[in-house]
């Protein structure tokens, strides 16, 4: 049912109905996760994002909602490799934040960045044991290296 959510949570709430494992790469603060999981079938949803005060905005909108049971969270930055360290650029004060320091350069003081692990959705997907029946990707700009790290799990078609 998506009637009267805003369209970008109707089309989520939509993609996820049939999921049973769902991955949100660039969770940010939870509430894209937060309508995917009112989909009957829905019984998890992995959180991935890079800045920490999203990811932990998105904890605290899951638990005062009552769906923390059904998500679990990851902080790192999902790419095409396992274990670098990469620059995520973000003013550490707010939820925003990208791989690529021109992507928001309104966003951001000079030379803000943090330090994060990279991580990958085959990787992900070996720690769980399990592959998602659908992948949410909104990272800022760098969707391409979060799909070329799905080399076995979720094989291009």
């Not at 890079?50 to 932990?56: D, G, K, M, Q, Y």
């Not at 998105?58 to 923390?68: D, F, K, M, R, T």
């Not at 991580?119 to 800022?140: A, M, N, S, Y």
């Amino acid at each position: 049912m998506t009637e009267g959510l805003p369209p970008d949570a109707a089309w989520m709430r939509a993609c996820a109905e049939a999921a049973a494992l769902i991955f949100d790469l660039g969770a940010n603060t939870g509430y894209t996760a937060l309508w995917m999981l009112q989909a009957p079938a829905v019984q998890e949803v992995v959180l991935v994002e890079a800045n920490p005060r999203a990811l932990a905005l998105a904890a605290e909108h899951l638990i005062l909602n009552g769906e923390s049971l059904r998500a679990r969270f990851v902080a790192g930055f999902a790419g095409a490799e396992a274990g670098r360290q990469v620059q995520f650029y973000t003013d550490q004060t707010s939820t925003r934040g990208s791989l690529y320091r021109q992507h928001e350069k309104d966003a951001f003081a000079p030379n803000q960045a943090i330090t994060i692990p990279t991580l990958t959705v085959d990787g992900l997907c070996q720690q769980l044991g399990r592959v998602p029946q659908f992948i949410k990707v909104d990272v800022e700009g760098a969707e391409v290296p979060a799909l070329q790290g799905s080399r076995t799990c979720a094989p291009p078609a």
